[in-house]
């Protein structure tokens, strides 16, 4: 059974950095790509990052390009978002997620203004 555990979200505040970590356990990780979403509240779960298996491709929505940064360590099983110059909007339960559908439980980041 897959199981994806996301850890590293916090209160901090505008303009400043988190580190996101998801713990992926149960497959061959570095068999997939994996990729990141969030959801603030009220609004649908949005696409932020996405990094193939290899991480020699990366992806990033437009409003986080820039700023956040998706890395992994196949030997560690972990994928990583490094996420600066963080704005309120941020503000979201993030997700980790990858290619055969899983998902983690969400950990939130919550960015004062």
């Known amino acids: 059974q897959v199981q994806l555990v996301e850890s590293g979200g916090g209160l901090v505040q505008a303009g400043g950095s988190l580190r996101l970590s998801c713990a992926a356990s149960g497959h061959t990780f570095s068999s997939y790509a994996m990729g990141w979403f969030r959801q603030a509240p009220g609004k649908e779960r949005e696409f932020v990052a996405a990094?193939?298996?290899?991480?020699?491709?990366?992806y990033y929505a437009d409003s986080v390009k820039g700023r956040f940064t998706i890395s992994r360590d196949n030997a560690e099983n972990t994928v990583y978002l490094q996420m600066n110059s963080l704005k309120p909007e941020d503000t979201a339960v993030y997700y980790c997620?990858?290619?055969?559908?899983?998902w983690g439980q969400g950990t939130q980041v919550t960015v004062s203004s």
């Open positions: 990094i193939s298996w290899s991480g020699g491709s990366t």
């Open positions: 997620t990858d290619t055969r559908g899983s």
